[in-house]
C-alpha cells in the first residue's frame, strides 16, 4: 500500500460510467488470485444478477483490504 500512497496515478473516468447498488457479495480466495463477486438480489427473491466481478492479486487484496478497514474505521469514528 506504501508504493501505491508514493505514486500519483490519473484516472480518466468514461462520460458513460454509471455507479451501480450491490446488496450481495462473494470472495473466493486461491494461491494466485482473490476474486470479489458483487450481485443485487431483489427483495423477497431468490434471484440475483452479477453486477461486477473483480479480481486481485493476494497482495493487491490484503492492501485493498487494509485501506477499506482504515477508510471505514475512520469514516464511522468521525461520524458517530
Known amino acids: 500500500m506504501d508504493d501505491f500512497l508514493e505514486k500519483k496515478i490519473n484516472i480518466s473516468i468514461p462520460g458513460d460510467t454509471k455507479p451501480a ?3 450481495a457479495t462473494q ?4 494461491d494466485d488470485s482473490v476474486v470479489l463477486q458483487f ?3 431483489r427483495p423477497n427473491t431468490a434471484d440475483g444478477q452479477l453486477i461486477s466481478e473483480i479480481v486481485l492479486s493476494p497482495k493487491h487484496a490484503i492492501d ?3 485501506a477499506l478497514d482504515s477508510t471505514i474505521k475512520q469514516h464511522f469514528t468521525r461520524h458517530l
Open 21 to 23: 447498488f450491490s446488496n
Open 27 to 30: 470472495v473466493t480466495v486461491s
Open 39 to 41: 450481485a443485487y438480489v
Open 64 to 66: 485493498f483490504s487494509r
